[in-house]
């Protein structure tokens, strides 16, 4: 069964530093294109950051310089690389995968709080 399975967030203080997991059990990994989107309280869910086949990487400009996303397809595996963190991204952080068809988990939560 194809599962997206998402770890890593928590809390920490503003500044600080997460790196979010994201395992995709499949044997096609390298074809999907990983994204990571997030989900504050109220608000609609956005792209943070996502990461090609080829490696071709795109970044929120809100995340940008901040955040680096980045994938090892020998462990089926996306990484999100979170610094300096902010309040403002407080929010429930979502792997998706998305080749011909397009897979979620069910998230991992990031707060960031003092």
């Known amino acids: 069964q194809v599962q997206v399975v998402e770890s890593g967030g928590g809390l920490v203080q503003p500044g600080g530093s997460l790196r979010l997991s994201c395992t995709f059990s499949?044997?096609?990994?390298?074809?999907?294109?990983m994204a990571w989107y997030r989900q504050a309280p109220g608000k609609q869910r956005e792209l943070v950051a996502s990461?090609?086949?080829?490696?071709?990487?795109n970044y929120a400009d809100y995340v940008k310089g901040r955040f680096t996303i980045s994938r090892d397809n020998v462990l089926n595996t996306a990484y999100l690389q979170m610094n300096r963190l902010e309040p403002e991204d407080t929010a429930v952080y979502y792997c998706?995968?998305?080749?011909?068809?397009?897979?979620w988990g069910q998230g991992t939560r990031v707060t960031v709080s003092s």
């Open positions: 499949t044997s096609m990994f390298s074809i999907y294109t």
């Open positions: 990461i090609g086949s080829s490696r071709f990487t």
């Open positions: 998706n995968a998305h080749a011909l068809t397009s897979y």
